[in-house]
Nanobody, 120 residues
């Protein structure tokens, strides 16, 4: 129901845009989020957006570099990632939940993940 794509290999300082296409149900009432998990680390929150009002939320370590946006007509959420750093290397997941939260366990629906690798 959530299909993430757009990952790949990029050099430090480069950019990638991830996409998350929703299908099978209406996610318009959900908060859409991006979270990531690096090897050996816990899954961490990266960004979230509310469809109603389009408010976005970011942790400090991506503010100014990552931008989340959504196209409700296409049921697609995007994550534009600029000025990428090697520490951004992780599997990136899109998710949907009832509330804006940094806690991955509170997201109800998950995409399959897409690998982002940033080389130094």
């Amino acid at each position: 129901q959530l299909q993430a794509s757009g990952g790949g290999l990029v050099q430090a300082g480069g950019s990638l845009r991830l996409s998350c296409a929703a299908s099978g149900r209406t996610f318009s009432s959900y908060v859409m989020g991006w979270l990531r998990q690096a090897p050996g680390k816990e899954r961490e929150f990266v960004a979230a957006i509310t469809w109603s009002g389009g408010r976005s939320y970011y942790p400090d370590f991506v503010k100014g570099r990552f931008t989340i946006s959504g196209d409700i007509a296409k049921s697609t959420v995007y994550l534009q990632m600029n000025s990428l750093k090697p520490e951004d290397t992780a599997v990136y997941y899109c998710a949907a939940g009832a509330v804006v939260t940094y806690a991955s366990r509170q997201y109800d629906y998950w995409g399959q993940g897409t690998q982002v690798t940033v080389s130094s």
